[in-house]
C-alpha cells in the first residue's frame, strides 16, 4: 500500500517539474525572439541612420549691410557696414565671413571690399562692395525741386512745371551712373551746422505736393536706379499715399491745409494765428506717421510767425521756392532749391548739379 502511494507521489512530482521546465524553457525561448527581433530593429535603425545622407549644393545668401557703392570724403574714417550670410542648412553663419580688401582714406580712389563664406558642406558664396573716396563739396548742395510727371505718349503737359518722364529718367540716370551721392536729411542738417563734410557730387530730390503722377511715374524710376527722394506731401490732400511706404521715398510735409488762398493773393499761411499754424503742422506730421521733420511751404511763402510755429512743432529744416543751394551756415528755415521744370534741357540739369 505504502509503495503504490509513494510511487503515486513522485509521479506526480515529476509532472510537475516536468511541467515547470516546459514553462522556462517556453519562456526563455519567447525572450530569445523578442530581444532577437529588438536588435535587429535597433541594427537597422542604426544603419539606417548611419547611411542616411542629405544632399546640399546650394551656396549661402550673402546680403551687404548698408549699401552696395559707398562714397566717403578722403581723409574720413572708412567704417565697414559688414554683411549677413544665411544658409540653407546652417542657417545663420555671418561669423563665418571673410573680408578682403582695404580702403585707402588718404587717397581719391575706388576700392573693392570682397566678403567670401562657406557652409558646411563646402558650397562658397561672395559679394563684393565699391567704396569711393573723393573730394569734399565744395559749391554746396543742389537741392532739386520737382512737381508733377507726365508721358507725352497719353497727354500734353498744363504747365511748366510738369516733366515729360523720359526726361526724368535721363536725369536720374546720370545721376545714378556718375557716382552723385544722396544726402540724408540728417547729413543735411549737421552739413549746415559745419559739423560734416560730403562728397563733391552731393544732391538731394525732392517733389513738391504728393501728385499721383509722382507715384504712378516718377517713383518706378527712383526704384530703377535706386536713388532717394523726398515727397513733400500735402496731407489734406494725398496723405494717403504715406500709408504705403515706397521705397527710396521719404514722406515729408507740405502742410495738410495751408495749400490755400488767403488775404491779398498769398497763402493762407501768412495770416493764420501761430495756434493754428501749429495744429496744422502736427496734424500733417501724424498723418504722415509722426516722424516728419522736414517742411516746404505753401507757395514758398513764410514769415517770422510761420517760421517759429515750424520750430516749436518740432521741424528742423524748411525749404522755399527761392533759388540757390545750400552752404554751410545757411539758414535752416529759409532754405533754397533748384528747379526743375519742363523746359530744363539736359545740359542745362547739368549744369544745375555740377
Not at 506730421?285 to 505753401?298: E, K, M, R, V, W
Not at 532749391?337 to 523746359?343: D, E, Q, S
Amino acid at each position: 500500500m505504502n509503495k503504490g502511494r509513494n510511487k503515486r507521489k513522485k509521479l506526480k512530482v515529476f509532472r510537475l517539474l516536468l511541467f515547470i521546465i516546459i514553462i522556462v524553457i517556453i519562456g526563455i525561448g519567447i525572450n530569445q525572439i523578442f530581444f532577437k527581433d529588438k536588435k535587429q530593429d535597433l541594427g537597422t535603425e542604426v544603419i539606417s541612420k548611419n547611411t542616411e545622407h542629405i544632399e546640399d549644393n546650394e551656396k549661402p545668401v550673402i546680403t551687404l549691410n548698408g549699401k552696395e557703392n559707398k562714397i566717403i570724403v578722403v581723409g574720413n574714417t572708412y567704417i565697414d557696414e559688414k554683411a549677413t550670410a544665411i544658409d540653407n542648412i546652417d542657417g545663420d553663419i555671418s561669423n563665418k565671413i571673410i573680408v578682403k580688401g582695404d580702403v585707402d582714406t588718404s587717397k581719391i580712389g575706388s576700392y573693392e571690399i570682397t566678403y567670401e563664406v562657406q557652409d558646411e558642406a563646402g558650397n562658397k558664396s561672395e559679394t563684393k562692395r565699391t567704396v569711393k573716396v573723393c573730394n569734399s563739396l565744395q559749391n554746396g548742395i543742389p537741392v532739386l525741386m520737382y512737381h508733377f510727371f507726365y508721358n507725352e505718349n497719353e497727354r500734353t503737359a498744363p504747365d511748366n512745371n510738369w516733366l515729360e518722364i523720359s526726361k526724368f529718367e535721363e536725369q536720374i540716370k546720370y545721376l545714378a551712373e556718375n557716382d552723385f551721392y544722396m544726402a540724408s536729411w540728417e547729413e543735411v542738417e549737421e552739413y549746415i551746422d559745419g559739423k560734416v563734410t560730403l562728397p563733391e557730387k552731393t544732391v538731394v530730390i525732392t517733389v513738391d505736393d504728393g501728385d499721383d503722377s509722382f507715384f504712378e511715374l516718377a517713383v518706378p524710376v527712383l526704384q530703377k536706379y535706386n536713388i532717394n527722394a523726398t515727397s513733400f506731401v500735402i496731407t489734406s490732400w494725398y496723405g494717403h499715399r504715406a500709408n504705403k511706404k515706397e521705397k527710396n521715398v521719404s514722406y515729408q510735409s507740405h502742410s495738410d491745409s495751408m495749400h490755400e488762398g488767403g488775404a491779398n493773393g498769398k497763402g493762407v499761411m501768412l495770416s493764420w494765428s501761430y495756434e493754428k499754424i501749429v495744429e496744422d503742422l502736427k496734424k500733417s506730421n501724424d498723418i504722415l506717421g509722426g516722424d516728419a521733420t522736414i517742411f516746404c511751404y505753401p507757395f514758398g511763402q513764410y514769415n517770422d510767425t510761420d517760421m517759429k510755429a515750424l520750430k516749436d512743432a518740432g521741424y528742423k529744416l524748411a525749404f522755399t521756392t527761392e533759388s540757390g543751394r545750400v552752404y554751410k551756415g545757411s539758414s535752416k528755415y529759409k532754405l533754397p532749391r533748384v528747379r526743375i521744370m519742363k523746359t530744363t534741357s539736359f545740359n542745362e540739369f547739368k549744369n544745375m548739379v555740377k
